[in-house]
């Protein structure tokens, strides 16, 4: 079993900052797939960014230029910068871990004000 604890979700304004973190605890393996999803009021979750073990990357077209994921293996943590927030970027934000099995956290509310 793999434990996921985020961090780091808040209110901001529109324009401004927020910094995501998630540590992955118990049966965590070195190759593996970190990231991040959301999921607004009424929508699906969607995917916003993922990082490999490898420094990997790939972001949703919505957050490119905008947000970074990072990772620092010997800590398991994941981290998301995210820059010029919109408030359409209002959601909880969940993070992900995958090596054979698909593990998910608690989820971080980020709420953007216009």
């Known amino acids: 079993q793999v434990q996921l604890v985020e961090s780091g979700g808040g209110l901001v304004q529109a324009g401004g900052s927020l910094r995501l973190s998630c540590a992955a605890s118990?049966?965590?393996?070195?190759?593996?797939?970190m990231g991040w999803y959301r999921q607004a009021p009424g929508k699906q979750r969607e995917l916003v960014a993922t990082?490999?073990?490898?420094?990997?990357?790939n972001y949703a077209e919505s957050v490119k230029g905008r947000f970074a994921i990072s990772r620092d293996n010997a800590k398991n943590t994941v981290y998301l910068q995210m820059n010029s927030l919109k408030p359409e970027d209002t959601a909880v934000y969940y993070c992900?871990?995958?090596?054979?099995?698909?593990?998910w956290g608690q989820g971080t509310q980020v709420t953007v004000s216009s």
């Open positions: 992900t871990y995958a090596y054979e099995s698909v593990y």
């Open positions: 118990g049966n965590v393996f070195s190759i593996n797939y």
């Open positions: 990082i490999t073990n490898g420094g990997s990357t």
